[in-house]
């Protein structure tokens, strides 16, 4: 129902920065919030942010004070800001939007996912 691309990965030194983006497309209007993950290889995927329609944003401990989640206006792009990069970073970010569904009365949540892109920190 919302496509999502995600751009912007690339190689770093420790210490650097990276500016993720991701478009969203489809039924944009319907998104109520917003999100990045990250996998790396042999761990889980964890959540690093999350963004509400109304601005409310969410961070992993591990990126507080580092990484930032902004979005438009029109909920058609959403970016990851990351500055002070470590090794422990290097992961796939994948973007994620959340819908609200409905069946038998009961509300729930609809996530689509992006299919990534790569980041590696290293010297």
């Known amino acids: 129902q919302v496509h999502l691309v995600e751009a912007g990965g690339g190689l770093v030194q420790p210490g650097g920065s990276l500016r993720l983006s991701c478009t969203a497309s489809?039924?944009?209007?319907?998104?109520?919030?917003m999100g990045w993950y990250r996998q790396a290889p042999g761990k889980e995927r964890e959540v690093v942010a999350r963004i509400t329609t109304d601005g409310t944003t969410n961070y992993a401990d591990s990126v507080k004070g580092r990484f930032t989640i902004s979005m438009d206006n029109a909920k058609k792009m959403v970016y990851l800001q990351m500055t002070d990069l470590n090794p422990e970073d290097t992961a796939t970010y994948l973007c994620?939007?959340?819908?609200?569904?409905?069946?038998?009365?009961?509300?729930?949540?609809?996530?689509?996912w992006g299919q990534g892109t790569h980041v590696t920190v290293s010297s």
């Open positions: 489809g039924s944009i209007s319907s998104i109520s919030a």
């Open positions: 994620s939007s959340e819908t609200t569904a409905q069946r038998m009365g009961v509300y729930y949540p609809i996530f689509d």
